[in-house]
């Protein structure tokens, strides 16, 4: 599975960016998708995740109430919407998936690494939040 991140780019801490994901040649609608971040000279980090059908999400605490994931099966596409974004959220941000999986993974309640529970990554989108 080939995953295509697009809509990274510059913007004024307290501004918005929306994210998308999509599947080069293939269908995602019936995957979860998780989306991750990883800032320079700090680890990837977990941001949230999404279910098949978009009913069920999870987002990591940092994230509550400023990032909205979605999901259009008819578009093939998952979005992150982020609100509100600060400084330090600075990083490149990765969809990734797992085709056997329809219901999304958390990783803290999982062992494995990232890599283990959501195997398929994009090459991820720059996002630059400045102060």
């Known amino acids: 599975v080939e995953l295509v991140e697009t809509g990274g780019g510059s913007v004024q801490a307290g501004g918005s960016l929306r994210l998308s994901c999509t599947a080069s040649?293939?269908?995602?609608?019936?995957?979860?998708v998780g989306w991750f971040r990883q800032a320079q000279e700090k680890e990837r980090e977990f941001v949230g995740a999404?279910?098949?059908?978009?009913?069920?999400?999870y987002y990591h605490d940092s994230v509550k109430g400023r990032f909205t994931i979605s999901r259009d099966n008819a578009k093939n596409t998952v979005f992150l919407q982020m609100n509100s974004l600060k400084p330090e959220e600075t990083a490149t941000y990765y969809c990734?998936?797992?085709?056997?999986?329809?219901?999304?993974?958390?990783?803290?309640?999982?062992?494995?690494?990232?890599?283990?529970?959501?195997?398929?990554w994009g090459q991820g989108t720059r996002v630059t939040v400045s102060s």
């Open positions: 990734a998936t797992d085709p056997r999986r329809e219901l999304p993974i958390v990783p803290e309640f999982y062992s494995g690494t990232y890599s283990d529970l959501y195997p398929y």
């Open positions: 040649g293939r269908t995602l609608n019936t995957y979860a």
């Open positions: 999404i279910g098949h059908h978009g009913i069920i999400v």
